[in-house]
């Protein structure tokens, strides 16, 4: 018996998107994957900090899309089976990801190189495509990928990156997950 996980997530959007988010997407496999692999990306709330996530997708959505014209915070329920979650704040999880990098690292390196440049590749941060080199490898049945994560938010502060999380992602790559999607926050 497979037990069910349900997840609450936040994602920043502009209004013209809504429609489509729960909709599969084909990924280009000539640019690096985001850091958590290839998905719909959400923000969750962490153990204990209630509304965080709706505050990074708004914090979110003034960083990072600034052009959008109508911008939302949509708030979608997810419905996911436990063992198909690949939780990276797990320690075991972590000792593995960075095992396959030692053990793969040249083709990682092969594969890194032959990438169209863009902004995660300009980042320096290829955890999204080990995660993907992995998943294949393996043949890993994941639907979501989750982590304790840094965004930088506010572009006026020098500290780009950081190790020490201000937020929890999720990225979904099996968007059957999705049950309900609501418009929570208009922005304009």
């Not at 719909?40 to 209630?50: A, C, E, G, M, S």
């Not at 902004?119 to 639907?143: C, F, Q, S, W």
């Not at 979501?144 to 950081?162: L, P």
């Amino acid at each position: 018996m497979c037990l069910k996980t349900n997840f609450r997530g936040y994602h920043g959007t502009d209004k013209s998107h809504f429609d489509s988010l729960d909709k599969d997407k084909e990924f280009s496999s000539q640019t690096l994957p985001c850091d958590l692999g290839n998905g719909l990306y959400f923000f969750i709330d962490r153990v204990n900090k209630t509304g965080e996530a709706i505050e990074n997708a708004k914090k979110y959505l003034s960083r990072w899309k600034p052009k959008y014209k109508n911008k939302i915070i949509v708030e979608m329920e997810l419905d996911l089976e436990q063992d198909k979650v690949l939780d990276l704040d797990d320690q075991v999880n972590q000792d593995i990801f960075n095992l396959f990098i030692d053990e793969n690292e040249e083709d990682i390196y092969n594969e890194l190189n032959h990438l169209i440049e863009n902004n995660t590749k300009n980042r320096g941060n290829i955890d999204g495509l080990v995660l993907e080199i992995m998943i294949r490898a393996y043949d890993i049945d994941v639907k979501a990928i989750m982590k304790e994560t840094y965004t930088q938010f506010d572009m006026s502060k020098q500290r780009k990156r950081s190790n020490i999380p201000n937020g929890k992602e999720l990225c979904l790559r099996e968007y059957s997950a999705i049950k309900k999607k609501s418009i929570c926050k208009e922005l304009w």
